[in-house]
């Protein structure tokens, strides 16, 4: 989660679909949206979680901290946000920053994170995004969500990453793509706490990942967001049978312009997916060296697109939010 601010370049950003290539309209259940997300991608589903907390079942979160911990500063996002210390999070004011924003009409109720339920991991080698900052999070839900609906893993001898059964780089080491091989299965379990017992993962068919275009999602030009996405669907929820639905944010420097396709194959979402009819949704970010600057293709939590990026209003929370009307969402 490196956040660089030194240089200057162009836009870059994955273009392999189709052009005018679109989302596929699904028969999704009532109430069964969950997102989740790493380092940058963790923040972004908080967010997206607070935002639309109305249609918002739960969230599992990966190295990340609080919403609206940085405050619009790239400066508190590299110090208190990832460091948690000179300072550490302010959890009261950013639970009082909520609760206004919910008055003002800029987020869903807060009400709406009552009955969610959360799953947060820190690894006890993440020297990037460190202890106080994951624990900043869980006092924050705990403002909001009953302690009983809270699961926390940080006992894993993890690096800076996403915790996976048997991909990516040593389990210990913080490196592209950005996968650690911790024999622990993040998205498994993360997927179990929010939507309880689930079947046994299956292999899944590389056809089901499909991709689409992102820009048809954007009202203008795409924020800092690359020209390709990802969608899995499983086979019976392409021939019409009711699925769930989880959106999956990737981290800094995870998304396709960097990885290619490693975090949206190999995370571990696709086979739980395949097996239990979720579909999987997979925005990618993509790096930017010129306005606006994001060098690392991370998701803004720090406001790099404008002042309401972690509201309703926000740039890239809007477009995905679309993409989540056009797969089936209801609000």
């Given at each position: 989660m490196r956040l660089a601010v030194g240089f200057l370049a162009s836009c870059v950003a994955a273009c392999s679909a189709s052009p005018g290539s679109e989302l596929p309209a699904l028969a999704l259940a009532a109430d069964s949206l969950t997102v989740s997300g790493v380092s940058s991608g963790g923040y972004m589903a908080v967010q997206y979680q607070v935002a639309y907390s109305g249609s918002v079942a739960g969230a599992g979160i990966v190295a990340a901290g609080p919403w609206y911990c940085a405050q619009g500063s790239v400066s508190m996002a590299l110090g208190a946000c990832m460091k948690g210390e000179d300072p550490a999070p302010d959890v009261s004011a950013l639970v009082a920053a909520a609760r206004e924003a919910a008055r003002k009409g800029s987020i869903d109720d807060i009400a709406g994170l009552a009955d969610d339920r959360v799953w947060i991991f820190h690894g006890t080698k993440d020297d990037r995004v460190r202890r106080p900052v994951p624990d900043?999070?869980?006092?924050?839900?705990?403002?909001?969500?009953?302690?009983?609906?809270?699961?926390?893993?940080?006992?894993?001898?993890?690096?800076?990453?996403?915790p996976t059964l048997d991909e990516g780089v040593a389990c210990d080491t913080a490196s592209e793509p950005w996968l650690n091989d911790c024999e622990f299965d993040a998205a498994g379990q993360l997927l179990q706490h929010l939507y309880g017992p689930l079947k046994p993962p299956a292999g899944f068919p590389e056809a089901n990942l499909r991709e689409f275009d992102q820009g048809r999602y954007a009202a203008g030009e795409l924020p800092s967001?690359?020209?390709?996405?990802?969608?899995?669907?499983?086979?019976r929820c392409a021939e019409g049978a009711q699925c769930r639905v989880h959106v999956a944010f990737h981290g800094c420097r995870q998304g396709s312009s960097f990885v290619g396709?490693?975090?949206?194959?190999?995370?571990?979402?696709?086979r739980w997916a395949e097996a239990n009819d979720i579909v999987v949704l997979y925005p990618q970010a993509a790096k930017s060296l010129v306005s606006p600057l994001n060098p690392q293709g991370c998701w803004d939590w720090w406001g790099y697109t404008g002042p309401d990026y972690a509201t309703r209003s926000g740039a890239q929370l809007v477009v995905v939010h679309r993409m989540l009307e056009a797969i089936g969402l209801k609000e």
């Amino acid at each position: 989660m490196r956040l660089a601010v030194g240089f200057l370049a162009s836009c870059v950003a994955a273009c392999s679909a189709s052009p005018g290539s679109e989302l596929p309209a699904l028969a999704l259940a009532a109430d069964s949206l969950t997102v989740s997300g790493v380092s940058s991608g963790g923040y972004m589903a908080v967010q997206y979680q607070v935002a639309y907390s109305g249609s918002v079942a739960g969230a599992g979160i990966v190295a990340a901290g609080p919403w609206y911990c940085a405050q619009g500063s790239v400066s508190m996002a590299l110090g208190a946000c990832m460091k948690g210390e000179d300072p550490a999070p302010d959890v009261s004011a950013l639970v009082a920053a909520a609760r206004e924003a919910a008055r003002k009409g800029s987020i869903d109720d807060i009400a709406g994170l009552a009955d969610d339920r959360v799953w947060i991991f820190h690894g006890t080698k993440d020297d990037r995004v460190r202890r106080p900052v994951p624990d900043a999070l869980v006092a924050f839900y705990r403002g909001f969500v009953p302690e009983s609906q809270i699961a926390y893993e940080f006992d894993v001898p993890a690096a800076h990453g996403f915790p996976t059964l048997d991909e990516g780089v040593a389990c210990d080491t913080a490196s592209e793509p950005w996968l650690n091989d911790c024999e622990f299965d993040a998205a498994g379990q993360l997927l179990q706490h929010l939507y309880g017992p689930l079947k046994p993962p299956a292999g899944f068919p590389e056809a089901n990942l499909r991709e689409f275009d992102q820009g048809r999602y954007a009202a203008g030009e795409l924020p800092s967001m690359a020209r390709t996405g990802y969608v899995y669907v499983p086979r019976r929820c392409a021939e019409g049978a009711q699925c769930r639905v989880h959106v999956a944010f990737h981290g800094c420097r995870q998304g396709s312009s960097f990885v290619g396709r490693a975090f949206v194959r190999n995370a571990g979402y696709n086979r739980w997916a395949e097996a239990n009819d979720i579909v999987v949704l997979y925005p990618q970010a993509a790096k930017s060296l010129v306005s606006p600057l994001n060098p690392q293709g991370c998701w803004d939590w720090w406001g790099y697109t404008g002042p309401d990026y972690a509201t309703r209003s926000g740039a890239q929370l809007v477009v995905v939010h679309r993409m989540l009307e056009a797969i089936g969402l209801k609000e």
